[in-house]
């Protein structure tokens, strides 16, 4: 936390010579940032390239605009990161807008992203739904000289400038599958996968990592049917593990890939008095987890990262990025430590996956 200081009030400081508008934490009541969910037409801001040129000139005032979106509103993961984004943009005196569908609909994301982009944006950081529909208003973005990122999910990588991402996709797959073998205490039988959505390229990549990892590792595990949709709802999930284990009576293990997934197969478990019987991972939060890693109802907690992690480092790297400056690896980000980025110069890694189980959950608060 006392490198989150350090560093903030060096990026603040950047942006003040930069013309925008706002500080770092701790100024004075006249210099205080802007509100981060105030809407964006507000600003004067343009969207061309001349534009945000004229962000780096010290005559021009000009508050940087940040839209930040989400697969979806109202579920955990993304609450969190919502915190984030907004903390930071309060630190680094930034306008950040957090905004997105109430559903995981790609379509409502590209009418949003429009609707935003007309009244004034330097950045747009997406989780996309679906990769292919938001193509189009990504390179319209683009060519309009915004800087145009993904988090959390991928989006083409052509079509972004940047990708942060908590964890590296295949050694977070590979994790998922390694916690199932331990659950089920085998290295053989019956298993399903329940995702969020069957487009979200971000959770396909860790199944498809998984599935190819397991055909070396693991050839004796049996993948009873194809990924299973619950459209990012915990509800859902929960009814498909109850029809998984009434059709596959000798299921092993449930894989929950999606926050509400594992939470849902977990409640199923719980539900039907399976925890001996049944082992159920994934990634979700540890304070959503907590009850059913206690009770054995959910053996193993995945977790990307911190989401509020994830949500103020998406912001600070667009505010960075936006400043011209360079996005490489050894760059510390305030709360998260030096970031990696890969060959491409594209992709962000910030860490590790987190493994938690029912002895160390009470170790993590959120």
């Known amino acids: 936390m006392k490198k989150r200081a350090v560093l903030g009030v060096a990026l603040a400081a950047v942006l ?42 010290p005559q021009e005032e000009k508050e940087l605009n940040i839209l930040v979106m989400p697969k979806l509103v109202g579920i955990p993961w993304f609450n969190a990161s919502d915190v984030g984004a907004e903390r930071a943009g309060g630190e680094l005196g930034v306008n950040v807008i957090y905004a997105g569908p109430t559903q995981a609909d790609a379509a409502e ?58 964890v590296d996709p295949v050694e977070y797959g590979q994790a998922i599958w390694d916690c199932l073998v331990e659950a089920m205490g085998t290295d053989s039988g019956q298993y399903a996968v329940i995702t969020g959505g069957l487009e979200a390229a971000g959770l396909n990549m860790w199944i498809d990592a998984g599935l190819e990892y397991a055909k070396v590792k693991y050839p004796n595990l049996e993948l009873v049917t194809e990924r299973i949709p619950s459209d990012e709802q915990q509800q859902v999930a929960y009814q498909r593990a109850l029809e998984l284990v009434k059709t596959y009576p000798d299921l092993k293990g449930i894989i929950g890939v999606s926050t509400p997934a594992p939470l849902g197969a977990a409640q199923a478990i719980q539900e039907k008095g399976l ?3 049944v082992a159920v991972v994934g990634g979700t939060l540890p304070n959503d987890a907590s009850v059913y890693l206690k009770d054995g109802s ?30 490489a690896t050894g760059l510390e980000i305030p709360g998260v430590g030096p970031i990696t980025v890969q060959e491409d110069g ?21």
């Open 109 to 166: 994301q590209v009418k949003m992203i429009e609707d935003y982009m007309n009244k004034g944006l330097d950045a747009i950081c997406i989780a996309p739904n679906d990769p292919a529909a938001i193509k189009p208003v990504l390179n319209s973005a683009r060519d309009a000289g915004i800087l145009v990122m993904d988090w959390d999910t991928p989006a083409d990588k052509e079509d972004v400038d940047y990708s942060v991402n908590s």
């Open 275 to 277: 925890q001996n019987q």
């Open 298 to 327: 959910m053996d193993f907690c995945i977790v990307e990262a911190n989401p509020e992690t994830l949500g103020y480092a998406t912001a600070y790297v667009a505010a960075y990025a936006l400043q011209g400056k360079e996005i």
């Open 16 to 57: 003040a010579l930069s013309g925008c508008q706002g500080g770092q934490s701790g100024q004075t009541e006249e210099n205080k940032p802007a509100e981060t969910t105030a809407a964006v037409d507000k600003t004067a801001a343009g969207t061309t390239n001349a534009g945000r040129e004229a962000a780096n000139d």
């Open 346 to 366: 594209k992709t962000i890694i910030l860490g590790p996956p987190l493994i938690v189980d029912g002895k160390n959950v009470d170790d993590y608060d959120f």
